[in-house]
Structures are given as structure tokens and as C-alpha cells.
């Protein structure tokens, strides 16, 4: 039995990019056609088959201390950015201020899709949910320079909606407009999932 169900949600690719060196900035170039590899997407600063722990993982393991890349694509939902410009009062927000991989429309609340669900291009390469991505202070500084006095307002304007992030299952190349299909685990939610939270 298959343990991954199609759902018959299908976005479109509307934007891709990849952040070079991250050391220099966060801000990404945008690209038209994007070559994912096992160890991240080719040209992207945050790829590599590992990286070092940070704050996401802080109750698991010392800072700096080497995992698995599971952070290889940073996907957002074309409709979760349009709600972040609003939520900041801005008529738009590029995402490449952001440092975003990929960015897709059409599947409803983006930001909280189930862990482990895979998002398949036509194409066939495969990304795999890890997590919501949450959002940090570093966007601040290319908003910033670009729309001066808004980018302090970018964390809390994220909350909720700032995207996942994703690793490659399926080497490929993802396009502009592209679709690009939901797959999801077919199990329940854990039963103690609130009791664990509140642990």
C-alpha cells in the first residue's frame, strides 16, 4: 500500500532563486530554471548534504554541530508572501529580499503543510517537507534597503505563513511555471501531538 496519497493539489512554479553566498547576504537571484541535486540546489549557499545546527534544532543539539541538510530549498506560498506584503503594508514583496528557493501558487495554507508530504514537479523532481520554516530577523536588512522603514516589520508580519523548508528525493531541474503536484502521508495526526507540544 502506498504510503504517500496524491491529493489532487497542483501549484505552479511562479519564481525561483538561489542565495550564492549567504555570508555576503540573504538576498537571492532569481533564476529561470532551477537543478536540484541530492546535496541541495546547484548554486545555492544553503545546499550541501549537511549543515550546521542553528536555532531551529537548538533543543536537539550544540550550535554548529553537523546534521543532515533537511533545509536545502526555502519554498514559499506565493499567497502566504502576498499576506506578508499586506500584513507589513507593502503592495508586494520580492522574494528574493527573503532568501527564498522556490516560490509556488495555488496551494492553500503553504506554510503548514505535513511534514514529510512531497512536492513533485512534471518534470519528476521530487522536494521533501521538512518543516515550517520560521521566520527570523536576516530578511530585515535587503527590505530594508529597498523599502526603507519596513524591514524591521518582517518577523511578526511572517508568523504563520513564512513558508517550509524542503530537501531534494529526486534529482531534476524545476521550472518557471511549472505545475507541481502535493503528495501527502497517509496516517493520522499522532494522537498525543497536543499533549507533547504542551510537554
Given at each position: 500500500?502506498?504510503?504517500?496519497?496524491?491529493?489532487?493539489?497542483?501549484?505552479?512554479?511562479?519564481?525561483?532563486?538561489?542565495?550564492?553566498?549567504?555570508?555576503?547576504?540573504?538576498?537571492?537571484?532569481?533564476?529561470?530554471?532551477?537543478?536540484?541535486?541530492?546535496?541541495?540546489?546547484?548554486?545555492?549557499?544553503?545546499g550541501g548534504l549537511t549543515r550546521p545546527a542553528c536555532s531551529r534544532v537548538k533543543?536537539?543539539?550544540?550550535?554548529?554541530?553537523?546534521?543532515?541538510?533537511?533545509?536545502?530549498?526555502?519554498?514559499?506560498?506565493?499567497?502566504?508572501?502576498?499576506?506578508?506584503?499586506?500584513?507589513?503594508?507593502?503592495?508586494?514583496?520580492?522574494?528574493?529580499?527573503?532568501?527564498?528557493?522556490?516560490?509556488?501558487?495555488?496551494?492553500?495554507?503553504?506554510?503548514?503543510?505535513?511534514?514529510?508530504?512531497?512536492?513533485?514537479?512534471?518534470?519528476?523532481?521530487?522536494?521533501?517537507?521538512?518543516?515550517e520554516n520560521r521566520p527570523c530577523v536576516l530578511p530585515g536588512k535587503p527590505i530594508?534597503?529597498?523599502?526603507?522603514?519596513?524591514?524591521?516589520?518582517?518577523?511578526?508580519?511572517?508568523?504563520?505563513?513564512?513558508?517550509?523548508?524542503?530537501?531534494?528525493?529526486?534529482?531534476?531541474?524545476?521550472?518557471?511555471?511549472?505545475?507541481?503536484?502535493?503528495?501527502?502521508?497517509?496516517?493520522?495526526?499522532?494522537?498525543?501531538?497536543?499533549?507533547?507540544?504542551?510537554?
Amino acid at each position: 500500500m502506498a504510503a504517500l496519497k496524491p491529493t489532487g493539489f497542483v501549484g505552479r512554479i511562479v519564481w525561483l532563486g538561489v542565495v550564492p553566498d549567504r555570508a555576503r547576504q540573504l538576498q537571492a537571484e532569481p533564476v529561470a530554471t532551477l537543478r536540484a541535486h541530492f546535496d541541495g540546489p546547484m548554486g545555492e549557499a544553503h545546499g550541501g548534504l549537511t549543515r550546521p545546527a542553528c536555532s531551529r534544532v537548538k533543543a536537539l543539539y550544540p550550535r554548529d554541530t553537523v546534521i543532515r541538510n533537511t533545509r536545502q530549498f526555502s519554498v514559499m506560498g506565493a499567497e502566504d508572501l502576498a499576506q506578508i506584503a499586506q500584513r507589513m503594508g507593502l503592495a508586494a514583496l520580492d522574494p528574493a529580499l527573503v532568501g527564498a528557493t522556490m516560490v509556488i501558487e495555488g496551494l492553500p495554507d503553504f506554510s503548514h503543510l505535513p511534514p514529510s508530504s512531497r512536492l513533485q514537479g512534471a518534470a519528476g523532481a521530487t522536494l521533501v517537507v521538512d518543516m515550517e520554516n520560521r521566520p527570523c530577523v536576516l530578511p530585515g536588512k535587503p527590505i530594508e534597503a529597498t523599502h526603507p522603514g519596513f524591514g524591521a516589520r518582517f518577523k511578526t508580519a511572517a508568523n504563520g505563513r513564512r513558508g517550509i523548508t524542503a530537501w531534494v528525493e529526486r534529482e531534476g531541474v524545476f521550472s518557471l511555471g511549472e505545475a507541481i503536484s502535493l503528495y501527502v502521508p497517509d496516517q493520522p495526526v499522532w494522537a498525543h501531538l497536543a499533549d507533547a507540544r504542551r510537554g
